[in-house]
């Protein structure tokens, strides 16, 4: 398994950091770029693979991939010729804890009924485990 560095999962997020997070993903081939690396996981892609896969001429590609590299979406790893790039899942799982720490005004219970309105398919939406024990 390669070596590389993701942020440690931490609730202590700052408005700055997220902002920086917003701002990077502002751009849809940086958006486009970001969701494929998260589909890939740990394997991550080489940048050729990325900007063949999306379409996007390399010398627009590693503009973007540099921005998203800077905001530590993203974690570089040299491979000979190659970088490999990987989504940073935890920083994605830090944005969702700074976004919705404070759900339903410390009452999660009351964020069950929501998930209904969610036409997310029950699969991809964090697990209401926690939630179901404080309704128990």
Do not use: W
């Amino acid at each position: 398994m390669a070596s590389f560095q993701y942020s440690l999962y931490s609730q202590n997020m700052k408005k700055e950091t997220a902002t920086l997070i917003f701002e990077s993903l502002s751009s849809g081939t940086r958006l486009d770029v970001y969701r494929l690396l998260v589909k890939k996981g740990s394997e991550g892609m080489v940048a050729g693979e990325i900007a063949i896969t999306l379409d996007v001429p390399p010398s627009n590609l590693s503009f973007h991939l540099k921005t998203l590299t800077q905001a530590r979406l993203l974690t570089v790893e040299q491979e000979g010729r190659f970088q490999r790039y990987r989504a940073n899942i935890p920083l994605m799982l830090d944005l969702i804890a700074y976004l919705t720490e404070e759900c339903c005004a410390g009452h999660p219970e009351q964020c069950v009924n929501l998930r209904t309105a969610s036409p997310c398919s029950e699969s991809v939406l964090p697990s209401p485990a926690s939630t179901r024990e404080l309704t128990s």
